[in-house]
């Protein structure tokens, strides 16, 4: 019989490390028959290389595998900006509460004391899912929180009463971009897209995907112009490795427009519209 799939976090994606092989196989076994997809990671090394090669929807940790630590790996994926809202779970020896003050410290989202039962296990990630889906709201093509996630950070940075700007961003010729190169290299452009206003945010910015091929980012006024020109500068250089290389060179390709006709199409690009708040 297949695992049942549980409807609250169906088919999710969990990255498992730890440095003992019974342990990761056990842990595999319980995540499996929830329905749970599962990876493995010997070390922390292997986790960061597996979580950025592709996010999972759950990181679990063991606290205790060497160099570097579940700590050092937890600290360096809450700080990277495209890995920080990914709920992490820390595995924790029995009864040891300054571990536990110290994993919150670096970014932990939950802790789980070993020994632990199946059904604990399985609960906790589903709750962590759960909870995940909810704050963020994110858009499965970028992983970028939108819609209510969006209405939360305008209303908390409107509650502060400190001016702020709202910057909307938009890809620019991308229905012919689409027609022309097709979906495979358009999908890839609009995470490139995700990616280059995610990286603009970082230290104190927001970033959000509307949908379809439209961004915002959420910025103090003195920097909001430099953040836009650094997602346009990141998305340009993205840009460069999914065309042709002379339609880069060039910046434009032949295409017909809305009314048939042929014509030199523009690559597409990331414009802006900056409003102060």
Same mark, same amino acid.
């Given at each position: 019989m297949s695992p049942r799939i549980d409807a609250t976090a169906p088919g +999710?994606?969990?990255l498992f490390a730890d440095d003992e092989p019974a342990m990761r196989e056990m842990v595999a076994d319980m995540l499996h028959a929830a329905g749970f997809r599962v990876r493995l990671a010997p070390d922390g090394v292997s986790a960061l290389l597996a979580v950025r090669q592709r996010r999972p929807d759950l990181i679990i940790l063991d606290n205790r595998m060497g160099r570097p630590t579940g700590f050092e790996v937890c600290e360096q994926l809450k700080s990277d900006p495209a890995l920080e809202f990914v709920p992490v779970l820390l595995l924790t020896a029995q009864g040891d509460p300054e571990n536990r003050v110290l994993g919150f410290q670096h970014g932990a989202d939950d802790f789980l004391a070993k020994p632990?039962?199946?059904?604990?296990?399985? +609960?906790?990630?589903r709750a962590l899912l759960r909870q995940a889906r909810r704050g963020l709201d994110r858009n499965p093509t970028s992983g970028l929180p939108g819609g209510e996630a969006l209405r939360r950070e305008f209303d908390r940075r409107s509650e502060r009463g400190e001016p702020f700007c709202l910057c909307y961003l938009d890809l620019d010729y991308f229905k012919p971009f689409n027609d022309y190169f097709g979906f495979v290299v358009a999908d890839q452009a609009i995470r490139d897209a995700g990616h280059a206003v995610l990286q603009a945010s970082s230290g104190g910015g927001f970033a959000g995907h509307?949908?379809?091929?439209?961004?915002?980012?959420?910025?103090?006024p003195p920097a909001a112009r430099a953040r836009v020109q650094e997602a346009q500068r990141i998305f340009d250089a993205c840009l460069a490795r999914i065309v042709p290389p002379d339609v880069r060179a060039r910046g434009w390709y032949e295409a017909e427009d809305r009314d048939g006709r042929v014509r030199e199409i523009p690559l597409t690009r990331i414009s802006a519209a900056i409003v102060y708040v």
């Open positions: +999710a994606d969990i632990f039962e199946p059904r604990e296990l399985v +609960a906790r990630c509307v949908g379809g091929d439209d961004f915002v980012l959420f910025s103090d």
